[in-house]
């Protein structure tokens, strides 16, 4: 099934229905990543590049007992951090960006995770996906970031056909009200990990089937 003729105003309209529905659906929705701090949230955001919650929550709390702050993790070698993440992937290239990346925190900003995006990119490690994430769920800056599950839901619920993360995030963010950008993020993800998945979708269980031009039926 196609996306429908709709205008902006009919679109957000149905956007405001899709909203209503995940508050309902799924209350308090927040990052399932394990952390303690803005620097932890940061670490595993940038493990979970190509890589599960699942996989990441089972690696970072031995990762974060030997390595628990930037100061920490920026006196190690990659090679001390590799058999922490070793069950991820990409975990070579991710191990030399974090022990690069503590240590440009503490020489930039005094081992803090900053609040700025600009200067988040400018970590090892760091892309637009991560850096608003971090910033959303560590110090509640508005923003949609778009990994895997919200592009599908995106294409899905018909809010955004961009071809980047970026531009999807531009268009969602038009449709919804800035205060619940952050939680729409994070209730896409999880309504994409759990309902609408990628190869079989559950539809006879989805919340927004009413508000969804490409529900199947039956």
């Known amino acids: 099934m196609g996306c429908p003729r709709e205008g902006l105003k009919e679109k957000k309209r149905r956007a405001l229905a899709i909203l209503e529905a ?15 701090s803005p620097f932890q949230l940061l670490v595993a955001t940038v493990l979970s590049a190509q890589a599960t919650d699942k996989s990441v ?3 970072t709390p031995a990762l974060f007992a030997r390595f628990p702050n930037a100061q920490a ?12 993440i070793k069950r991820i992937g990409l975990y070579r290239t991710k191990a030399r960006n974090l022990v690069a990346l503590a240590r ?3 020489e ?3 081992g803090e995770v900053p609040k700025d995006k600009r200067a988040l990119m400018r970590l090892p490690g760091v892309g637009w996906k991560t850096a608003t ?3 959303g769920a560590a110090f509640g800056v508005p923003g ?4 895997t599950h919200v592009a599908r839901l995106a294409r899905r619920l018909c809010l955004s056909q961009a071809k980047s993360p970026e531009g999807i995030g531009k268009d969602l963010e038009a449709l919804f009200p800035k205060k619940d950008w952050v939680f729409v993020h994070h209730a896409l993800v999880l309504h994409g990990r759990y309902v609408c998945l990628a190869r ?3 539809c006879g269980d989805c919340p927004l089937a009413a508000h969804c031009p490409s529900r199947q039926e039956g």
């Open 144 to 147: 949609i970031a778009v990994d």
């Open 108 to 110: 930039e900003h005094g």
């Open 133 to 135: 994430v971090v910033l």
């Open 57 to 59: 929550n089972e690696a």
């Open 200 to 202: 079989k979708p559950r």
């Open 104 to 106: 440009k925190l503490l």
């Open 22 to 36: 995940l508050k309902e659906a799924y209350p308090g929705a927040k990052t399932e990543l394990k952390h303690n």
């Open 73 to 84: 993790l920026a006196q190690a070698l990659p090679e001390e951090v590799e058999p922490y």
